[in-house]
Nanobody
Framework: QVQLVESGGGLVQAGGSLRLSCAAS????????MGWFRQAPGKEREFVAA????????NYVDSVKGRFTISRDNAKNTVYLQMDSLKPEDTAVYYC???????????????????WGQGTQVTVSS
């Protein structure tokens, strides 16, 4: 298990950018697949992006492809989500998640991720 702490959320106008960070504790961070999920009010938590343990493979939900970029720095135990061209429909609480299953980045399932951060609010105004 790893402990995760997100930061970087906030209020931004449509078309703007934010970069979320997720700091992880634990020596095994570099072996974990990492993902970002989000949950809007009244909706289920949904997959946004994920990456494998090396950061060489990525997976995105269609609605953010070309706008969001997930990356990781294993030396810093940190995963990032760069969000550009933000839209009001991106408004949600964003969660960082870690999985000891190396293939979890591919399947997009919340159940595959065993460690979660507390979430950070992203609000995009129109």
């Amino acid at each position: 298990q790893v402990q995760l702490v997100e930061s970087g959320g906030g209020l931004v106008q449509a078309g703007g950018s934010l970069r979320l960070s997720c700091a992880a504790s634990g020596r095994t961070f570099r072996t974990y697949a990492m993902g970002w999920f989000r949950q809007a009010p009244g909706k289920e938590r949904e997959f946004v992006a994920a990456t494998n343990w090396m950061g060489t493979r990525t997976n995105y939900v269609d609605s953010v492809k070309g706008r969001f970029t997930i990356s990781r720095d294993n030396a810093k135990n940190t995963v990032y989500l760069q969000m550009d061209s933000l839209k009001p429909e991106d408004t949600a609480v964003y969660y960082c998640a870690a999985s000891s299953d190396g293939s979890a980045w591919l399947w997009r399932r919340t159940a595959d991720f065993g460690s979660w951060g507390q979430g950070t609010q992203v609000t995009v105004s129109s």
